[in-house]
C-alpha cells in the first residue's frame, strides 16, 4: 500500500537563521553557482543557505559525500524556488502590503525563537553571531517577501483545483493505511499580560544612555562605549550597522538618523528594543553609515511577580463570574486573540510550544482555567474551550478533512508537473564542476 505524505514544501517555504554548523569552515568563492535564465545563483548564497537548512533541520553532514548530497537536495530547492519567483513576478496584479510583510517577519522570529530554551538565549544565540534582532528582521525581509510572491502565484494558479467524491475516495482506498489519526487536540483562549519593566527601570536605563552620550560628546570613543555597553550583540564591531536605507530600520530610528549628517550623534532615541545612541559615518547617497549603541530596557524578577499577581486577580474575578472574553479584550496584549475574547482556535497537543505544553497536556475539561503560565511571550490565562481526543480518520465521520488531503495530494501532483514544465522551458545552466 503506498504511503500518503502532505506535499506542502513547495506551497510553504521556511526562513531560517544563521549559526554555525558543519559548513563553517568551508571556504566560500563567490562565483556564479548556477545560472538560471538572466538570473544567477552564487557560490556564496547556497553556502549561506546551507547554513540555514542545517540549523532549521538539525542535519549535520559530516563526510564529504553527505555534504555535496546535501548541497545538492539544497541547490535544486533554490533553482525551483527561483523559478517560480521569475515566473511569479510575471504576475502585476499581485501585491505584497508591508505592514503583512512585517507580521511575517514577526511570526516567523517567533517561531525560530521557539527553538530555544529561552528568548535570553535566543538572543545571545544571535550575539554570537555577532547579529541582532533588528539585523536578523532585515535578513529575512526580503526572503519573506519573495516567498509571499511566489506562495499567492502558487494559490492563484491552484485556486480552482477541486476534487470530486470518487477522488476522495480511490485517495482513501489507496491510502487508508498511512493517513495519519486525527491527533489529541485542544481549542484554547488567552488572557496575554507582557512583562514590562517599572517606570524605575525605564528611567534608569534612559539616564545612563543620556550619561554615555555624554562621555562620547567629551571625546570618548563611540566604538569602544558601543562594545562596552550595547545589549546582546548590537556593540559587535563597535556597533558598526554599515550602510543602511531608510527601510531598513524601525521608524522611531530612521526618523533619528535620517537627519544627521557626516559626523553628528543624535541624541538619545526610544525604540521597542530599548534606548540607542546614533552616530553617522558617512552618506552615500539615500544610504547612511551608522554606527550605536544600544540598551535594553530589561523587566525585573519584581516586575515579573507584579505581572503574575495581575493574573492571578484575573482568574480569581474569572472564578466569581466575571467573563473571560470581556476581560481579555481589555487586558490582553495579544492583538490578534484580543478581538475575538483571547480565542486562539484549535492545536494539536503534540505540536504546542514547550513552554505551553506542560500546562496543556492532560487537560480535558472545558471551561477550566488554569494560569499563571510564563512563556517568552509573558505571562498567561488559558481557558481550555473544547477537548478533542486522538481518532481514527474514516470516511463516514470525516469526509471534510479527507477531502482535503486528497485535494492537497492532487493540487502537489499539479504543482510537480508545473515545475518541471517550467523547467522545460528555463535555461538552467550549472557553472561549478562540483555540481554538475
Not at 472564578?319 to 490582553?332: H, M, P, Q, R, V
Request: hydrophobic letters at 40%; one cysteine or more.
Amino acid at each position: 500500500m503506498p504511503k500518503f505524505v502532505l506535499r506542502t514544501s513547495l506551497l510553504f517555504f521556511l526562513f531560517l537563521c544563521i549559526v554555525p554548523g558543519a559548513f563553517a569552515e568551508r571556504e566560500t568563492v563567490d562565483k556564479v553557482a548556477v545560472v538560471i535564465g538572466d538570473e544567477v545563483i552564487l557560490a556564496s548564497e547556497l553556502a549561506s543557505q546551507i547554513q540555514l537548512v542545517a540549523f532549521q533541520t538539525g542535519r549535520r553532514p559530516e563526510t564529504e559525500q553527505e555534504i555535496q548530497k546535501f548541497q545538492k537536495e539544497v541547490l535544486e530547492q533554490m533553482i525551483t524556488d527561483r523559478l517560480f519567483l521569475m515566473e511569479a513576478r510575471k504576475d502585476t496584479s499581485i501585491t505584497i502590503r508591508r505592514d503583512e510583510i512585517e507580521m511575517a517577519i514577526d511570526e516567523q522570529i517567533a517561531r525560530v525563537a521557539g527553538n530555544f530554551d529561552s528568548n535570553d538565549a535566543f538572543l545571545q544565540a544571535l550575539a554570537l553571531e555577532g547579529m541582532t534582532l533588528r539585523d536578523l528582521e532585515r535578513k529575512y525581509s526580503d526572503e519573506i517577501e519573495n516567498n509571499m510572491l511566489r506562495q499567492r502565484h502558487i494559490q492563484k494558479k491552484l485556486y480552482n483545483v477541486s476534487v470530486s467524491r470518487y477522488e476522495v475516495e480511490q485517495f482513501y482506498a489507496s491510502f487508508q493505511d498511512s493517513i495519519p489519526n486525527q491527533p489529541e487536540a485542544a481549542r484554547l483562549a488567552h488572557i496575554l499580560l507582557k512583562v514590562t519593566a517599572s517606570s524605575v527601570i525605564e528611567d534608569s536605563v534612559k539616564a545612563l544612555a543620556t550619561d554615555l552620550r555624554q562621555r562620547i560628546l567629551d571625546g570618548a570613543d563611540f566604538a569602544t562605549i558601543s562594545a562596552q555597553f550595547s545589549s546582546h550583540g548590537a556593540g559587535a564591531n563597535g556597533g558598526d550597522l554599515g550602510y543602511i536605507r531608510r527601510d531598513d530600520v524601525v521608524p522611531e530610528f530612521a526618523r533619528a538618523a535620517f537627519k544627521l549628517n557626516e559626523g553628528d550623534i543624535s541624541g538619545v532615541i526610544r525604540t521597542q528594543f530599548g534606548y540607542h545612541v546614533i552616530k553617522c559615518e558617512g552618506v552615500r547617497g539615500d544610504q547612511l553609515h551608522l554606527r550605536h549603541f544600544l540598551l535594553e530596557i530589561a523587566a525585573s524578577q519584581e516586575d515579573t511577580l507584579n505581572t503574575r499577581a495581575l493574573a492571578d486577580s484575573l482568574m480569581t474575578e474569572i472564578d466569581n463570574g466575571a467573563d473571560f472574553g470581556e476581560l481579555a479584550k481589555i487586558y490582553s496584549s495579544d492583538d490578534e486573540s484580543r478581538a475575538q475574547g483571547g480565542e486562539l482556535g484549535w492545536f494539536a497537543i503534540d505540536q504546542l510550544p514547550p513552554d505551553l505544553a506542560s500546562s496543556v497536556v492532560g487537560w480535558t475539561t472545558s471551561g477550566e482555567l488554569r494560569g499563571p503560565v510564563d512563556t517568552r511571550f509573558g505571562v498567561h490565562v488559558l481557558k481550555l474551550l473544547e477537548y478533542q481526543p486522538e481518532k481514527e480518520l474514516t470516511l463516514e465521520d470525516s469526509f471534510d478533512r479527507i477531502k482535503e488531503m486528497a485535494r492537497q495530494d492532487k493540487t502537489g501532483t499539479l504543482v510537480d508537473e508545473w515545475i518541471e514544465e517550467i523547467k522545460d522551458r528555463s535555461y538552467v545552466e550549472y557553472r561549478l564542476e562540483e555540481l554538475k
